[in-house]
T-cell receptor, first 112, second 114 residues
Framework: GESVGLHLPTLSVQEGDNSIINCAYS??????FIWYKQESGKGPQFIID?????DKRQGQRVTVLLNKTVKHLSLQIAATQPGDSAVYFC???????????FGPGTRLSVLP | ETGVTQSPTHLIKTRGQQVTLRCSSQ?????VSWYQQALGQGPQFIFQ???????GRGNFPPRFSGLQFPNYSSELNVNALELDDSALYLC?????????????FGPGTRLLVL
């Protein structure tokens, strides 16, 4: 079946460095992608989204890149801070889809 | 905060029992989706309700059922609980007006089945 996966289950970075979290998806019909951040004991929190007609979108300290040719999505976090420590999920859905398909998540640990 | 609330926050049940979880959507949102998140995994789609009708369902048995009310709040009911039903149950609300819209999640209800 269709799936969304992540290359790295854990990522440790030094405070102040940039972080890159990767995600591969297999559904060629995927049209809309979201990165969520989930802290311990909380629900997923929206970070940034991108539609398939774009290849890059920037937010505050975060950038999402989409490569439809190889079905790859990445989240870049600039100047990583301790508060960025969490599990990050990519999620995708096709146009007019009802549900998002989530990957297994990457745990980001920020080292002092 | 997303404005999506869920109750209760935690719940302990025994195998075979029934449970009802509740969700209040963000103001102005007409769609609610329910997900099950097992420990260490990503959320898995259970079903979605749009204007009080089921609008899509994931790979979950019929003992998982739901309701959406006129005020767009929602319930998830699980009958004949099994040990594997232990998980974090998340609801997400969105405003569907054509195409796909961002889903905003509540804090979840953690269910433990003994």
């Amino acid at each position: 079946g269709e799936s969304v996966g992540l290359h790295l289950p854990t990522l440790s970075v030094q405070e102040g460095d940039n972080s890159i979290i990767n995600c591969a998806y297999s559904n060629s019909a995927s049209d809309y992608f979201i990165w969520y951040k989930q802290e311990s004991g909380k629900g997923p929190q929206f970070i940034i989204d991108i539609r398939s007609n774009m290849d890059k979108r920037q937010g505050q300290r975060v950038t999402v890149l989409l490569n439809k040719t190889v079905k790859h999505l990445s989240l870049q976090i600039a100047a990583t801070q301790p508060g960025d420590s969490a599990v990050y999920f990519c999620a995708e859905t096709p146009l007019y889809g009802q549900n998002f398909v989530f990957g297994p998540g990457t745990r980001l640990s920020v080292l002092p | 905060e997303t404005g999506v609330t869920q109750s209760p926050t935690h719940l302990i049940k025994t195998r075979g029992q029934q449970v009802t979880l509740r969700c209040s959507s963000q103001s102005g949102h007409n769609t609610v989706s329910w997900y099950q998140q097992a420990l260490g995994q990503g959320p898995q789609f259970i079903f979605q309700y749009y204007r009080e009708e089921e609008n899509g369902r994931g790979n979950f048995p019929p003992r998982f059922s739901g309701l959406q009310f006129p005020n767009y709040s929602s319930e998830l009911n699980v009958n004949a609980l099994e040990l594997d039903d232990s998980a974090l149950y998340l609801c997400a609300s969105s405003l569907v007006a054509g195409g796909v819209e961002t889903q905003y999640f509540g804090p979840g209800t953690r269910l433990l089945v003994l």
